[in-house]
């Protein structure tokens, strides 16, 4: 019993010498800076102390955090699900992908009520889609669906505002509780707060809005938009301000700011401190007290000054004049100052926590758009001073290409949504952010011509390569003879002798049945005859036999020689995005009749190339037939030569570069086709006045006139220069 007692106490007096070796020092200092921060704690002055913060700020301020206007983050949350119920909603659980199988991606929009007002920036939005290739009629075969009530405005102040949403659209037979449909927002809640409540549930619906809350955004399923104004233009829009020639790295103002200045409720806390970071010399940060009814009652001590700054500066000169503009929240996260500062090249410095910045899922904004923070507001002036030059640079031309790809008109605005849409449906062929963050867009790259950038003709030189070394000629043969007359004959073999031709595909366009293929000339590349619709937007359609990158589009009475044809070809290649060819036209405006004029007299200006003899890379063939809406295609087939026009418009709108003309040994004499020559014996100038009719009404439905003016003309080495012939690599270009 001893020895059992006498080795417990030695394991108990072991663990106490363990203990103190190696813990004991550890305790020691722990009690002994205990000891100290409990006493700088009882001699750190409290916040409450007047004599000493009196200066600073009020305490019952310093004892709030933040805003006190701002609801907190659970009040948010509950307003957020006690409207959206839905608020887990992804595409894989809250969209029926069965509907967009059968007829691909077709968007239905409810029919409009006569009773019910629409406001004018609704209305450009159901017109955009009901214009756009999306629209369908027809709702079996819609695989989207876009509601005819106004839910734009969802301030129950406003006047726009429409009441009892949720039993209007549970009346409707095709809402399934919101599956397949999308809802566009621009303005949520109302004083004091703002919350997103929009006054109904949207159930399983997408939602494309404004001012959207990253902490309510459902990634992969709701659509982040810009807010824009009513008088934002339908389609077109005007150009970005920054131009080629009018590249200026240090503007006047480095730093700019002009607007409201909100004295009480949300918002108002950020633009209240923006006054701290004026200079009056570079930087440039004005605000005014005089908006809404009882400013005056709330008028503190700088409004006066303020009031009179205000209006020493023009609006639109700072954003000229400016390299950065300041983009602070309003009542709501966004503003329309945001696409201001995009169309004037002034980089966006935004200063909005919490804000889904638009279509952040496609557009890359750390490339156009500085992000701050606004309780770091003072800190601006030196972040921006830090930015490299070429890197400013970089930023301004990035927001110019943002700016017409997405933001120029409500067309390319709804256009967007649509178009993210239908890359979730199929991940596999969507676009890369590479696409949709480089010109001309992810609007203009199809994803359905390729994925891979190399057989687009813009990106040749970002990837590093070229286009393909041979060319396929389409020749469109509309004579209502059986038999092949000498002009194609003559042009086939001029064609198939060129060294970079692969074949020739000839668009039979005729009533009657074609020759045989003994009747056809032997040739050394392959001949294939494609019976084509008798539509004069058949030459444009993309045919799988088209395998080349370079197609070179022919009329059957076109006369060309071989060498004609390389060299053409050979100009091609350096400039694949353009339209290279022969016989060029042009057009001007006319102030007298107020329109687009038409011409086709010898000048040194040319705006326009025809197709009856021109190169073009083939993605113009998809983008033709699958880009524009059938309305488009079924104008041009109802006039006689439009088809012509409306690939250059296309080309022009795409590239915002001119055509190219090459050297041509003969002039081109424009044959009239045998449908339009018995019509009232009047066909050319029919056919002249048809043509101009065409361009007014392609510049109407594109919102402007995308052509653009040129006067080169590319001619070979040594062309008409007076030596020796054997030295000239084409010299038959110059035999008369």
């Known amino acids: 019993m001893q020895t059992r007692k006498k080795y417990i106490f030695l394991t108990f007096l072991a663990s106490w010498l363990l203990l103190f070796f190696f813990g004991g020092d550890k305790l020691r200092r722990f009690a002994f800076f205990s000891g100290r921060k409990a006493e700088a704690r009882r001699n750190w002055p409290r916040w409450t102390d007047r004599s000493l913060l009196k200066s600073f700020a009020d305490p019952e301020e310093l004892q709030s955090d933040g805003d006190p206007s701002l609801p907190s983050p659970r009040a948010r949350r509950a307003a957020w699900l006690s409207v ?21 991606f077709k968007v239905f929009t409810y029919p409009r009520e006569r009773d019910q007002p629409l406001s004018e920036s609704y209305s450009k939005i159901l017109t955009s889609i009901e214009r756009s290739r999306y629209y369908t009629p027809n709702p079996e075969e819609a695989c989207l669906f876009i509601l005819s009530i106004d839910t734009l405005d969802r301030d129950h102040l406003s006047g726009q505002y429409v009441r009892n949403v949720d039993e209007k659209i549970r009346g409707f037979p095709l809402w ?10 621009l303005y949520s809640g109302t004083w004091p707060n703002y919350t997103e409540d929009l006054g109904f549930d949207i159930g399983q619906a997408i939602l494309a809005k404004a001012s959207f809350y990253t902490e309510h955004f459902r990634p992969g399923f709701d659509i982040s938009i810009p807010l824009f104004s009513k ?3 339908q389609r077109g829009g005007e150009r970005g301000w920054l131009y080629q020639d009018s590249i200026r790295l240090q503007k006047k103002y480095l730093l700019v700011f002009k607007g409201k200045r909100y004295l009480t409720g949300i918002g108002s806390s950020t633009r209240n401190a923006l006054h701290h970071i004026h200079n009056g010399k570079d930087i440039v940060s004005l605000t005014t007290c005089k908006h809404g009814k009882d400013w005056e009652k709330h008028k503190d001590t700088r409004c006066d000054k303020d009031n009179v700054d205000y209006e020493k500066f023009d609006y639109q000169e700072l954003l000229h004049n400016s390299t950065f503009c300041i983009v602070p929240r309003g009542r709501r996260l966004g503003s329309f100052r945001f696409l201001e500062a995009l169309q004037a090249a002034c980089i966006p410095v935004l200063l909005s926590d919490g804000w889904e910045l638009p279509f952040a899922e496609a557009i890359d904004w750390g490339k ?4 701050g923070n606004e309780r770091l507001l003072l800190q601006i002036p030196s972040a921006v001073r830090c930015i490299h030059p070429e890197r400013v640079l970089a930023f301004q031309q990035q927001t110019q290409v943002l700016w017409d790809a997405y933001f120029s008109s409500v067309d390319k605005i709804v256009h967007t949504t649509l178009e993210i849409i239908k890359d979730r449906l199929l991940p596999h062929r969507s676009r890369s952010r590479f696409l949709w963050n480089t010109l001309p867009g992810g609007l203009l790259a199809l994803p359905g011509f390729s994925t891979h950038l190399g057989d687009f003709p813009f990106y040749y030189l970002q990837h590093g390569s070229s286009p393909s070394k041979k060319f396929t000629a389409l020749i469109r043969a ?28 000839v668009l039979w366009s005729c009533e009657k049945p074609p020759p045989p293929s003994g009747k056809w000339p032997q040739t050394t590349v392959p001949l294939t005859i494609i019976q084509g619709r008798r539509k004069l937007s058949d030459r444009f359609f993309p045919y799988t036999a088209i395998q ?16 004609e044809v390389d060299f053409a070809f050979v100009v091609w290649r350096s400039f694949p995005e353009r339209i290279v060819g022969f016989p060029t036209q042009s057009h001007f405006w006319d102030a007298e009749q107020q329109r687009w004029g038409y011409t086709s ?9 025809l197709t009856a003899a021109a190169f073009y890379h083939r993605y113009y063939h998809s983008l033709f037939t699958e880009y524009l809406p059938a309305g488009l295609r079924e104008l041009v087939d109802g006039l006689a030569a439009c088809e012509d026009i409306l690939m250059n418009v296309l080309v022009a709108a795409v590239t915002k570069l001119p055509p190219i003309k090459v050297t041509q040994r003969k002039p081109h004499k424009e044959t009239v086709p045998q449908q339009v020559k018995g019509m009232a014996g009047a066909a050319d100038g029919r056919r002249f006045s048809q043509r101009q009719d065409c361009l007014n009404q ?4 594109f919102g402007y006139m995308p052509l653009v003016s040129s006067q080169l003309r590319l001619d070979p080495v040594l062309f008409k220069d007076q030596v020796s012939v054997l030295r000239k690599k084409y010299p038959r270009l110059e035999k008369p």
């Not at 992804?90 to 069965?98: G, H, I, K, N, Q």
């Not at 399934?176 to 927002?185: A, K």
């Open 231 to 233: 008088d934002h233009p």
């Open 698 to 701: 392609l510049a109407d439905w």
């Open 176 to 185: 399934n509780g919101g599956r397949n449909h999308l809802i566009f927002n």
């Open 368 to 371: 156009a758009a500085v992000v």
């Open 478 to 505: 509309v004579s209502p003879s059986s038999s092949l007359s000498q002009p194609i004959l003559r042009l086939i073999q001029a064609v198939s002798a060129s060294q970079y031709c692969a074949q020739i595909l």
């Open 84 to 104: 959206y119920k839905n608020s887990r909603c992804r595409m894989e659980t809250c969209f029926d992908f069965s509907r967009c199988e059968k007829h691909g």
């Open 548 to 563: 080349t990158d370079a197609v070179l589009s022919l009329d059957e009475h076109t006369s060309l020689l071989t060498s």
């Open 601 to 609: 007299k010898w000048t040194n200006e040319l705006s326009i190339v």
